[in-house]
């Protein structure tokens, strides 16, 4: 005979994750090193536009597709605006952008239109700017969207994201670095806050042995070291690998870690942190031969096949009254 289980039955409340709270970017105590296509100006081009009744908007978008050349790379802009017109029954009339100016002669362009019977509001073609750019965050797009509207849609999945605990952590690795009044580097595993390598510039011993390239130079001996003297083990295929790896112990040596610098590092250091492939660096100082910000931005430059995040001016304002003057804008 079954038992009869009379016990109350455990409800399973649903709890909800506990939202983080990330620092919006004005917040941030430093300042991301971005591309220069994040920060360029309106770059604007010519194009010309007509205007057409509402019901005829149909025939002059197929007349511009079979007849015209395309408006490649310019994707971005939107193809019709409204002009209001209040003597017409909609009360407005559609502005269409239909080509390039580099690409026809006005003179040509409005023959092709009498030649097709296009329909037209009115047969004046009009000559208008338009941003030669996609906007690649809302500061460009509010600039540049009074000019002719654009089509952009702002992800910020991919944006870098800080709560006050990870700046405090940041905070807490520069201030040793500066503490040394050297100019000094760091290497951490973010997953895990552990510091893996710290080195201080020796160029007194041999011109190439920059802070950088020593950090990167110990993780390397310490993997050495932990492999048994026998280098890094070999690079495997996905199905070698199992659950109990280390996302860290991948092909390249510094996969995923952070970089602190007490200055911002020269062309070689930069380099040597790409083909790392270290994930983010974080440096006070600016120097006069710098290339993450100063000259260059390595980090960012589009021919590389890794690229990294970059911010600058940790603690820069607090420390600099602390620091040797012999550290502020030196060459690197």
Known sequence: MSEINDKPKTKVKNVKA???????????????????????????????????????????????????????????????????????????????LICLKEKMLQEELERLLVENDQQLYEPTVHLVSVSRHAPLNRQQYEAWNHLWPLSYREDTRLDPKFTKDD?????????????????????????????????????????????????????????????????????????????????????????????????EPCAMCAMALVHSRVSRVFYSIPSKTGSLGTNYKIHSHPSLNHHYRVFKHVLFTENLPLLDPSLLDQEL
């Open 167 to 263: 700046i405090n952590v940041i905070h807490d690795h520069m201030r040793h670095l500066l503490s040394l009044s050297t100019v000094a580097c760091r290497i951490v595993d973010p997953a895990t806050n552990q510091v893996i390598a710290q080195e201080k510039d020796t160029r007194d011993e041999h011109p190439l042995h920059h802070a950088v390239i020593n950090c990167v130079n110990m993780v390397a001996l310490k993997e050495n070291e932990a492999y048994g003297g026998q280098g890094r083990r070999p690079k495997r295929t996905a199905d070698e690998i199992t659950d109990n790896d280390q996302p860290k112990k991948s092909a390249y040596l510094c996969t995923g870690y952070d970089v602190y610098l007490t200055h």
């Open 18 to 96: 506990k939202a983080i709270d990330y620092l919006p970017r004005e917040e941030w105590p430093f300042v991301e090193v971005l591309a220069d296509e994040y920060e360029r100006e309106l770059e604007a081009v010519d194009v010309y536009t007509v205007y057409v009744e509402p019901k005829q908007t149909n025939n002059v978008l197929k007349f511009v597709q079979k007849h015209l050349p395309s408006l490649e790379g310019l994707e971005h802009c939107k193809r019709i605006r409204r002009i209001t017109k209040q003597e017409t029954d909609a009360g407005f009339v559609l502005e269409v």
